[in-house]
């Protein structure tokens, strides 16, 4: 079977994390340190705005509570968005107000988020589908303009960028994933970028068991204390930290960012050649401003969606839809007022075929084969 979605490990990894084996330093230290300033200076970004955790959906829950969501608000969310962040609305008490996307793109417009703006709007989630950037000046125009949060799910845009600023890095806050599905992956993890710095050290003690961030010890090491077994909190705190084994995979994944990109880049082009007049199919449009992708996704949007996924899959080639509309999900269906068209015409017509940094030239062949030969039977 060729896979959707494949992550790329080997000896590189098993060396860094040897290196953390033999330091006897498994835990939260420098490796998580060096990890989060090479992932902010690959960005062109200051370090200080970022923290590690341990997944991007982790750091989707914190931002409902650093940015206090609470019942009486109102947070727009795409209705083509990531689950985690509809549950975590919903577990901070605001209502989900959804939205609809470019019917093609898949991303959030600021024409979208005006429709469904009321007085009590406090944030909007915005998602870089596929790794191609939203138009970002427009949407936090219209944001600073309402005094809204703009939270930037850039789980699929690793690297990518938006008139030379990283996804992620544009609204208040951002955050990544790093896992098993990912570009860069280190089996499970993530990262956020906070524009506010107070925020940020807020992150930090909220995800390692409230415990200042200032003191110099943890639970468990001496200070100057007399006493150094007693501990101060200001406030409540998870422990979803990052650590060093982690860390070192996370390390050596981003030396090879840049080639794993270039090598999906390479696929994405050559699907575009191959398939731009194969049937109906439509190929994702590229926007009218400078952007950098990070090729996450490959998708086509075509009427016989059902019929060529299975008739893919029966060549052993694996494709899916990403992501199913939330508002179509009965869990989040008592929030799904607003009509969402162009997303409903998403996930009737699009279908994700693989991309990934491991998928060899004859695999790309063998799918954009089977893709035509399909068609060749209509
Ligand atoms: C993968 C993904 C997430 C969740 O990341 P985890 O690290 O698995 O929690 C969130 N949003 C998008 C768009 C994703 O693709």
């Known amino acids: 079977m060729i896979n959707l979605f494949q992550p790329n490990l080997g000896n590189d990894e098993l060396a860094l994390i ?30 200080n705005h970022f923290l590690s955790t341990t997944s991007c959906t982790e750091a989707i829950f914190l931002s409902t509570k650093l940015f206090n969501f609470t019942k009486g ?13 509809g549950s975590a609305i919903i577990e901070s008490g605001a209502k989900i107000v959804f939205c609809d996307v470019d019917k093609h793109s898949l991303n959030v417009r600021a024409r979208d988020i005006q429709k469904v703006l009321s007085n009590k709007t406090k944030a909007v989630y915005i998602t870089h589908y596929g790794g191609i950037p939203c138009d970002m000046d427009k949407i936090v125009q219209l944001c600073d303009q309402h005094k809204i949060l703009i939270i930037e799910d850039s789980a699929c845009a690793v690297r990518s960028f938006y008139k030379g600023r990283a996804c992620g890095t544009i609204g208040d806050m ?17 990262m956020m970028y906070i524009k506010n710095f107070n925020k940020r050290i807020e992150a930090e003690e909220s995800l390692y068991l409230g415990l200042p961030v200032k003191s110099k010890s943890g639970l468990d090491s001496s200070s100057d204390n007399a006493n150094w077994w007693e501990f101060e909190m200001n406030r409540t705190g998870r422990r979803a930290i990052m ?11 981003l030396n090879k960012l840049d080639d794993f990109i270039n090598r999906r880049k390479n696929i994405h082009a050559k699907y575009m050649e191959a398939l731009k007049s194969t049937g109906d199919i439509q190929l994702p449009p590229a926007p009218d401003f400078k952007y950098r992708s990070s090729y996450y996704f490959f998708w086509i ?10 008739f893919l899959l029966g060549k052993g080639v694996y494709t899916t839809f990403r992501y ?43 799918i954009i084969d089977s893709i035509k030969v399909f068609y060749a039977q209509q």
């Not at 040897?18 to 200051?46: C, M, Q, R, T, Y």
């Not at 955050?175 to 860069?184: E, N």
């Not at 949007?301 to 299975?310: G, N, S, V, W």
Request: with cysteine.
């Open 243 to 253: 650590n060093n084994v982690t860390a070192a995979m996370g390390l050596s994944q």
């Open 301 to 310: 949007q075509t009427k016989c969606r059902d019929e060529l996924a299975k």
């Open 73 to 85: 608000d109102e947070v727009i969310v795409p209705a083509i968005s990531f689950p985690s962040i």
């Open 324 to 366: 199913w509309p939330l508002n179509k999900i009965e869990l989040f269906s008592k929030y799904a007022d607003n009509e969402c068209p162009n997303s409903d015409y998403a996930a009737s017509y699009t279908l994700n075929i693989p991309l990934h940094q491991s998928l060899l030239d004859k695999d790309v062949d063998l």
């Open 174 to 190: 951002g955050m990544w994933s790093f896992d098993a599905m990912k570009t860069l992956s280190t089996a499970d993890g993530g």
């Open 18 to 47: 040897k290196d953390v084996f033999d330091s006897n330093w498994l835990g939260k230290g420098k490796v998580v340190k060096d990890f989060e300033e090479e992932f902010a200076n690959s960005l062109i970004s200051n370090p």
